[in-house]
C-alpha cells in the first residue's frame, strides 16, 4: 500500500459491534471476563485499549514497522527504550538532541549508571572513537533541532551494528512521510506524537516502532510495567490527525522552501539553516534520504544580538510565539530560552546554537500570508 492510503486506512478497522467507520474512542479502565482469565483479548487499559492498538498499527504502517507502541509523552517514549540498559552501558548521542532529551540522559539516567557520549555525527565516522564493547545504543535525531543538521542514518547504523549496538532515530522532524530510518538502517525508530503526526497541537504523545520481535517484546512489557501509556481520547484524535498526514508534509515542504527562499534574499538576515539549501552542509545526504525538506527552519540576523532577535519574535503576528512545532499553525521560537535552555549555554554554543537564533515551524497557511509577517517582523 502507497503512504496516502496508508494514512486514510492502516490500522483501522470498522467497530466490531457496530460497524462504526472510525475506531470508538474506548473510554474504558477494565473490561468484563467470562471467567477468570476468559476474556476478549483485554483485560485491563494499562496493557490494552482497543483505540491505543489502532494508532499503534497505524503508526507502525506508516513506518513501514510490524510493531507500534505508543506512550503518553514523546519523552516517556525515549525514557522505555533507555530502561532497556544497564548500569555500565554506554549510549552514544549527536550532540544537538532535543533539549529534554538531553536533559532526560542527564539528569534521570547518568545516576544509574549509564554513561552518555554527545556526539557531532555531521561525518558519521565520528562515532567509531566513541565506541566500544560497552555501547548499547547509538541515538539520533535528523534533521536536528534547531540547527537542522542531517545526519546520514545509512552510515550511522553500518558503524552501530558493526558495534552490535542498536541504532534508534527520533524521527519526529522528518516525520513517516519524509523519512523512513528502518529502511535505512534504524532498529527503532522514535516520535513525539505531540508534532506532525498529531499534527493540530492538541494531544502530547510518544511512540516507538521496530521491526524487531526482541525489542516489541521488550517495549510490550516496559509500556505495561512503567505505565506511561497515552489515554484513549488522545488516541482516537491522532488517528484523526494522521489521515492527512501526507497533504499536511506536502504543505509544510512547499512552504518551508517558500520561506527560505524569502529569508535567504531579505537584506537583515544573517544565516537561514534549511536543509533545501544546496548551501546546507549535508543537503545531498537529506536529498538522498528524505522525500522533501520539511517546514523547520531557524535563522540569525545580520544584527546577531539576542535583544534585536527578541524584539522579531515580539513582533510576529501570524507566527504565534510557542513552543513544539508540527501543528498546521505556525510557530516561532527562541531556542536559547525556551525549547534548549535545559541544555548548558557552553553546550549550546559548542554545538553552534547561538542566543539570536530564532526557529519557525512553518505552517500549512498561504505561504504569501506568512511572508508578509515576516516582512513587517523585520521591517
Ligand atoms: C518534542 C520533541 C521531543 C519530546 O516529545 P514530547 O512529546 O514533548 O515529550 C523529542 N524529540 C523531538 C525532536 C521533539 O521535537
Redesign the pocket.
Known sequence: MKFATKAVHAGVEPDPTTGAIMTPIYQTSTYVQASPGKHKGYEYARTQNPTRNALQASIAALEDGKYGFCFS????A?DTVIKMLNPNDEVVACNDL?G??YRLFRRVFEKYGIKFHFVDMSDAENIRAYMNKNTKLVWI?TPT?PLLNIIDIEAVAAITHQFGALLGV?N??ASPYLQLPLALGADIVMH????YLSGHSDV???ALITNRDDLAQQFAFLQNASGAVPAPQDCFLVLRGIKTLHLRMQAHCINGEKITQYLINHPKIGKVWHPSLPSHPNHAIAKKQMKGFGGMLSFTLKDDSVEMALQVLEKFQLFSLAE??GGVESLCGHPASMTHASIPKEEREKAGLKDSLIRLSIGIEDADDLIADLAQALA
Open positions: 509523552s514523546g519523552l516517556a525515549i532535543y529534554g532529551t535525531e533541532n527520533d519526529t522532524f513525539s506524537v505531540t508534532k502530547v504523545m510518544g513544539s512545532l
